[in-house]
């Protein structure tokens, strides 16, 4: 696989090392800044501030020293020039589309998203007259179909959620330019570890920090990457003004998670692949999707953007629903929670949970059928996971 995180200094080193400004105490380990304002020497030294001749911290909606190291280290791993921290991933979308677009919009969407993203574009932006397009993940001709004279913004999230169908990311950031519209990546699923958008021509990378980042299932929060441009004065413009911003100590446990984040995707990549390998083989599954597999469609694709294939594992076992619940209600280890991302693996029956809200029909139509499970693999022993798995066939 080619390997497009490849940078200097490399990852794991920015992981560790960006955004750090050692204190005169001389810690080691980044501090968290609990503090909801900031004093000034003078009056006239906060009114430099406050006009903006003197750059520098105010009040920590607008910026704080722990939020701050955060984003460096996260701009860094992404490849972008600004990072902008936010109180959930929700709030990172939501801050996106209010920071650059307005009323007569359109936008062009994958439909395969997050849930509350949909409900985001249909609901809420539809409110403010910005419309939405949906269109298939993995089929470039209908994003080019559906843009408009009025669209702006092209927003996908790959590997797709559970299907892990793989957009194609630079054909889109290229249709995206041809257009004059910028292409919004959810990069929630692969993370800088294993995809870095920005190096494949996307304008704007946007995390939920609350599933692989923090990695262990603690806090919510989000983020926005791109040019100081787009992100750095657009969306920030929105977020120091509208206030979803990440507190300090979110930022701190999500800074020491990038600093293991890539030694954990490895991890999460080859209990995935192995386990993916083992469903395969299991009469009682009719199929399995995961990308590292060549039975996947878009093997080769996500061999060329990702730099290793996942932590998500999704597959049909035969007797719809109820062979379904069967095998979910009889793991001992594994988590039944709808979250990803954690040390702890989670299984999910998106029929009846993240997908209950469609109608039947709609569920065909995005193939999620009452027989498939998701498995977010988590970091316990291999063995144990296939284990805990065949009990339920
Ligand atoms: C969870 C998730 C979100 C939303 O993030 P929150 O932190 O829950 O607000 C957005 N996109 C993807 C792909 C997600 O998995």
Sequence with gaps: MPDNTRQSPGLETLAVRAGQHRTPEGEHAEPIFPTSSYVFDSAAAAAARF???????????????????????????????CCVATASGMSAIYATCAGLLKT???????????????????TFLQKFGIETTFVAQDDVDEWAQAIRPETRLLFLETPSNPLTAIADIRSLADLAHAHDCLLAVDNCFCTPA?????????????????????????????AVVGSQDIVGEGVYAFLRTCGPSMSPFNAWVFLKGLETLSLRMQ??????????????????????????????????LAGTQQSGYGGIVSF?????QAAAWKLIDSTQICSITANLGDAKTTVTHPATT????LTPEQRAEAGISDGLIR????????????????RGF
């Design 104 to 122: 007569g919009d359109h936008i062009v969407s994958s439909r395969s998203i997050f849930g509350s993203t949909t409900v985001l574009f249909t």
């Design 316 to 320: 049909e076992v035969k007797g719809g």
């Design 354 to 357: 993240t997908h209950g809200r």
């Design 51 to 81: 006009s903006g001749e003197d750059p520098g911290n105010i009040y920590s909606r607008f910026t704080n020293p722990t939020v701050r190291t955060f984003e460096e280290r996260l701009a860094a791993m992404e490849g972008g020039a």
């Design 194 to 222: 294993l995809q870095r958008p920005l190096a494949l021509g996307a304008d704007i990378v946007i995390h939920s920090a609350t599933k692989y980042i923090d990695g262990q299932g603690r806090c919510i929060g989000g």
């Design 267 to 300: 991890a999460h990549c080859a209990s995935a692949q192995a386990l993916a390998e083992w469903l395969q083989e299991q009469p009682a599954v009719e199929r399995v999707f995961y990308p590292g597999l060549s039975s996947h469609p878009q093997h080769a």
């Design 375 to 390: 498995v977010a693999v988590g970091l316990e022993t291999l063995d144990d996971l296939i284990d805990d798995l065949q």
